[in-house]
């Protein structure tokens, strides 16, 4: 008897702690939803009664996730003081690493991006040069923010192993393949360092500052350098396995195409990117483009390259429609510069969908260009983690 009473109180405050840190959690999501509100407004918003609300208060301050700022306007009487994400007194880093070049961000747990607080550098020839690199840049941040660090979001192309922790592939940067950047900082740096797939970043940055923000359900397309899937599907992100779900760029749709970073030839992703577009109007000057002399052409001479255009628009409609026969998402955000970023050009991308998609599917579906970046995503990332490490979500 006495054993079983001693059990049920373990029980009982595994599930207290638990609802606690749910409640801590809830309390969180609210803030960043709907930015700085004071205990009554977050007791009347989450529903929960006011002791539940001061005391998850309470936590998220001793806790650094929290901070509290005096009444914009002073209403009659003494209004309480607003409780915010700790934007001020806490800072995350984002960081990005890219085929040519990459960023480091810095920035509060509101997770707005900053030009001042980014700074940037090529993307070095070896790995050990890039953990330099990067470890230089985050040092110089903190210090000139002065403030706690919660943590550091890394955004990566590639396919990333979660089972066995590593980057097992980058096909358009191989320095990556077989490493863990946020393993190697995080001993340098001595702080929580999270590694993710760019285009799951990407949909994190979405959902929390761009056109998806209270969606649950969509799909997000990353068409740069590669092309990246990410899937948000009942308010988590479609991992797979091992995590390595939404290689959509690694199909071969073209067995005779170009040659692709992974080693196959025909892949979607050497034809319906940005760098297919490149490489196509590269052949056509007959020099080789960066993507900003590319975009320059275009808006120079576009009418000269419309085989190019069309070519690679054809393509990049196969691959939308795609994704919306397959995931049937009630949203699909399309990330790019060259195609996506021109709203003329990617009118006509999205006319092609139309022919290629499943009407029914389709009608399901509203496309968008994204509106967050990757600075963004890998923030968001990070930001996302400390939310989840509240507690588990519900459902």
């Given at each position: 008897m006495e054993d079983n009473t001693l059990i049920s109180q373990r029980h009982e405050r595994v599930e207290t702690g638990?609802?606690?840190?749910?409640?801590?959690?809830?309390?969180?999501?609210?803030?960043?939803?709907?930015?700085?509100?004071?205990?009554?407004?977050?007791?009347?918003?989450?529903?929960?009664?006011?002791?539940?609300?001061?005391?998850?208060?309470?936590?998220?301050?001793?806790?650094?996730?929290?901070e509290e700022i005096e009444p914009i306007a002073h209403a009659l009487g003494r209004p309480g003081k607003l409780v915010r994400p700790a934007t001020e007194s806490a800072v995350v880093l984002g960081v990005v690493i890219d085929v040519s070049s990459c960023s480091v961000t810095a920035t509060g747990l509101d997770g707005r991006v900053s030009e001042p607080l980014t700074q940037r550098f090529a993307?070095?020839?070896?790995?050990?040069?890039?953990?330099?690199?990067?470890?230089?840049?985050?040092?110089?941040?903190?210090?000139?923010?002065?403030?706690?660090?919660?943590?550091?979001?890394?955004?990566?192309?590639?396919?990333?192993?979660?089972?066995?922790?590593?980057?097992?592939?980058?096909?358009?940067?191989?320095?990556?393949?077989?490493?863990?950047?946020?393993?190697?900082?995080?001993?340098?740096?001595?702080?929580?360092?999270?590694?993710?797939?760019?285009?799951?970043?990407?949909?994190?940055?979405?959902?929390?500052?761009?056109?998806?923000?209270?969606?649950?359900?969509?799909?997000?397309?990353?068409?740069?350098?590669?092309?990246?899937?990410?899937?948000?599907?009942?308010?988590?992100?479609?991992?797979?396995?091992?995590?390595?779900?939404?290689?959509?760029?690694?199909?071969?749709?073209?067995?005779?195409?170009?040659?692709?970073?992974?080693?196959?030839?025909?892949?979607?992703?050497?034809?319906?990117?940005?760098?297919?577009?490149?490489?196509?109007?590269?052949?056509?000057?007959?020099?080789?483009?960066?993507?900003?002399?590319?975009?320059?052409?275009?808006?120079?001479?576009?009418?000269?390259f419309q085989h190019e255009i069309r070519t690679v628009t054809e393509h990049l409609a196969i691959a939308i429609a795609a994704v919306i026969n397959i995931f049937n998402p009630t949203a699909l955000f399309v990330h790019g510069r060259l195609l996506v970023g021109n709203p003329e050009r990617f009118e006509r991308v999205l006319d092609r969908v139309k022919q290629r998609t499943l009407t029914a599917s389709l009608a399901d579906c509203a496309i968008h260009a994204t509106r967050s970046s990757k600075r963004q995503g890998a923030v968001a990332g990070i930001i996302h983690q400390l939310t989840s490490a509240c507690a588990p979500t519900l459902g």
């Open positions: 638990l609802l606690r840190r749910i409640n801590e959690r809830r309390l969180f999501e609210t803030l960043q939803r709907h930015g700085p509100a004071s205990r009554a407004d977050l007791t009347r918003l989450t529903g929960l009664t006011a002791p539940t609300v001061s005391k998850a208060v309470e936590s998220l301050l001793a806790r650094g996730l929290a993307t070095p020839g070896t790995y050990a040069a890039l953990l330099d690199a990067t470890e230089h840049s985050c040092r110089n941040l903190v210090d000139q923010t002065n403030r706690q660090i919660q943590g550091i979001g890394i955004s990566v192309p590639g396919l990333i192993n979660d089972r066995l922790g590593e980057i097992v592939f980058s096909p358009n940067l191989h320095l990556l393949d077989k490493r863990n950047p946020a393993v190697d900082l995080a001993e340098r740096i001595g702080c929580k360092c999270l590694l993710m797939q760019e285009t799951d970043a990407l949909c994190l940055g979405e959902r929390l500052h761009g056109a998806a923000r209270g969606l649950d359900d969509f799909s997000l397309l990353d068409v740069e350098a590669g092309l990246g899937l990410g899937v948000m599907s009942a308010g988590r992100l479609l991992a797979g396995h091992s995590g390595m779900a939404g290689e959509l760029g690694h199909i071969t749709v073209a067995p005779d195409g170009p040659r692709c970073g992974c080693g196959n030839r025909g892949c979607l992703e050497t034809l319906a990117t940005d760098a297919a577009l490149v490489r196509l109007l590269s052949q056509a000057a007959e020099r080789p483009l960066s993507v900003a002399e590319a975009e320059q052409l275009l808006a120079e001479r576009a009418a000269d």
